[in-house]
């Protein structure tokens, strides 16, 4: 490991002169532009265009990735490992996905942060990276098991506790801090009022637009509290509304401004009121706040005129994947990265080439279409996070520190507790729940595990309640389970007291629905664990016992088993109200709505 006094030389006197004198830069709220500008003043224009970039790149180590990981980074960035491609680009930015290798555990994430680090400060005038993913928790997640894994927006949402969303900040912000990861893109500001939303669902605090405003608040202040960890709402000006997945396609948002102000806006206010580091675009277009047919991710009335101006936000704006199709369907992506920094963006997020993105941005510069000074008033922004954030005074982690921090019992035990909060009872008839210990089967869909928890769910749920004193048998039967599947699942439960089943994103013609109805004809007792979506339930009409658990992820679905166990009571309400199957402008269960025992 580097010494401090290492890698004050290798920032040429930079990172002394940031600290030197108690300067502010441990204190988030002053900033020595004056140092930073001429900081800036001293690094040549392709230096200047690389900070701008945040990219992925294959690998578990910065000098040494698998061979594999080698070849899919010479085959998508013309480079073998991370520290050639800081060195070819000077990106500003890493960010970390699990399918590109970088997140096989705590500590070598950590070794990949230093390694990362160190390649960079290396370099003549070099600076730190600033190294970011997507650890939301919940269904979305890059750092999985042994790291802690919290429940997801909704689950909190559900919980209604503003202590609980401040704990997630907080102990995601340490274990993410303890590895080298500085940025995380989290807490989403987007109000699910849209059922269908493909993308965001329980991603969500909920629907109400004041309570998931007060969770955002509540979340960055837990990433306050942690110390040195970025937070990011996104995505602006608001993803809720969509039946469009922008990986996919391009969601066009159809609210008035007005309608804008009162559903999208409060999250987003509450978080640059509470002090957010970052704002994440959104690759839809939203024609009451620009009718251009431009994204917002490249609107300048969206980003400059309304985020910057109106709402007074001069913090980092970072572009969703550039990679999306939601930003790619009008112009090319020679263009986009450019248009993007026209409209005020200031991280461009993981362009699909970065050789085409990099030497854009270039070009323009050089043509004259971008300034030299419209980069440097980007660059200042990423460079006052980085100083606030402290990464030129301490850029490296310890293992150590990844010991005394991921994972730890504290904070996993958080973690159930939390979880317990946010189980919600929708359906009980009878007094069904809570069960005494009883021969099970465990049935039910199968998602893939998210975050690198332990999955599959099935054995998850059968494996907690054997430890909770029941006799549990797991069968997948997946998401679109066959005929012969569902006749195997009703002959198995021939055999027990009670079937528990889960549900995943259910439907009127869905073979899941046709699964539980026989299951429940067998006569067996049947609960219903809806393990994404609540609105499971509208589509479950003769369960006579139904919870919902917002997320598969191994902490849910243990507290889930707890609460139908009656070790836990039943705490969770519903953060977005569930419409009727059959009429879905009537409402069956409200915001708020949930049974207790």
Not at 71 to 95: F, H, M, P, Q, W
Not at 319 to 328: A, F, I, N, P, Q
Not at 482 to 503: F, H, L
Request: aromatic residues 4%; proline residues 6%.
């Amino acid at each position: 490991m580097p010494s401090r006094r290492t890698v004050l030389a290798a920032t040429a006197g930079v990172a002394a002169g940031l600290a030197a004198g108690g300067t502010a830069y441990a204190d988030e709220k002053k900033h020595d532009d004056k140092k930073l500008r001429s900081l800036i003043s001293r690094m040549t224009l392709e230096e200047k265009v690389g900070q701008l970039f945040v990219m992925r790149v294959y690998g578990h180590s910065a000098t040494a990735p698998d061979q594999a990981d080698i070849d899919a980074n010479r085959k998508e960035i013309d480079v073998s490992t991370a520290a050639e491609l800081i060195a070819k680009y000077r990106v500003g930015g890493i960010i970390y996905f699990t399918w590109a290798h970088n997140t096989r555990d705590p500590h070598q994430i950590a070794d990949l942060s230093n390694g990362i680090q160190k390649a960079s400060l290396g370099l003549p005038r070099g600076l730190p990276v600033l190294i970011s993913t997507d650890q939301e928790h919940g269904i979305v997640c890059r750092v999985g098991e042994p790291a802690t894994l919290l429940p997801g927006a909704m689950a909190i949402g559900a919980g209604r506790s503003h202590k609980d969303a401040r704990s997630l900040g907080r102990i995601a912000g340490k274990e993410l801090r303890a590895i080298g990861v500085r940025q995380n893109y989290s807490p989403v500001a987007d109000v699910n009022v849209n059922p269908a939303n493909p993308v965001i669902g329980v991603r969500s605090f909920g629907a109400d637009p004041d309570a998931v405003a007060a969770m955002v608040a509540a979340e960055v202040a837990g990433y306050q509290r942690s110390r040195q960890v970025a937070a990011t709402a996104k995505h602006f000006p608001g993803h809720g509304d969509t039946a469009v997945d922008s990986h996919y396609g391009f969601p066009v948002i159809t609210h008035t401004r007005a309608q804008w102000e009162k559903l999208d806006a409060p999250p987003f206010r509450a978080a640059i009121a509470a002090g957010i580091d970052s704002i994440m675009t959104a690759h839809i277009m939203v024609p009451a706040l620009d009718d251009s047919g431009d994204p917002a991710t490249l609107s300048r009335p969206i980003l400059n005129g309304i985020l910057r101006e109106e709402l007074g936000y001069d913090g980092v704006i970072v572009t969703d994947s550039l990679g999306m199709e939601g930003v790619r369907t009008k112009y090319g992506d020679d263009r986009v990265p450019v248009l993007a920094l026209k409209a005020g963006v200031d991280q461009l997020l993981n362009p699909p080439n970065l050789d085409v993105a990099w030497n854009a941005v270039l070009k323009a510069v050089r043509d004259g279409e971008l300034t030299e000074a419209r980069l440097d008033e980007s660059i200042l922004r990423v460079l006052r996070l980085k100083a606030k954030l402290r990464l030129f005074e301490a850029p490296y982690v310890s293992q150590a520190g990844v010991t005394r921090t991921v994972g730890i019992r504290a904070h996993l035990a958080e973690a159930d507790r939390i979880a317990e909060r946010t189980t919600t009872l929708l359906v009980n008839k009878g007094g069904l729940l809570p069960l005494s210990p009883r021969k099970l089967l465990v049935v039910g869909a199968d998602p893939a595990s998210p975050s690198g928890t332990t999955g599959p769910p099935t054995g998850v749920l059968a494996a907690a309640f054997t430890e909770l004193g029941f006799t549990a048998t797991a069968l997948s039967t997946g998401t679109a389970p066959s005929a012969a599947t569902i006749a195997k699942a009703v002959a198995a439960a021939q055999d027990v007291d009670t079937v528990v089943v889960g549900t995943y994103n259910v439907s009127a013609t869905s073979s899941q629905k046709t699964l539980v109805e026989q299951l429940v004809a067998t006569g067996r007792p049947v609960v219903a664990i809806a393990v994404r979506n609540p609105y499971d339930v509208a589509q479950l009409p003769s369960v006579p016992a139904v919870v919902a658990s917002y997320s598969w992820t191994d902490v849910e679905l243990r507290a889930a088993a707890r609460v139908i166990a009656g070790k836990a009571a039943p705490r969770g309400r519903l953060p977005v109200p569930v419409q009727k199957a059959d009429d879905p402008t009537q409402v069956l269960y409200p915001i708020g709505y949930g049974l207790s025992y």
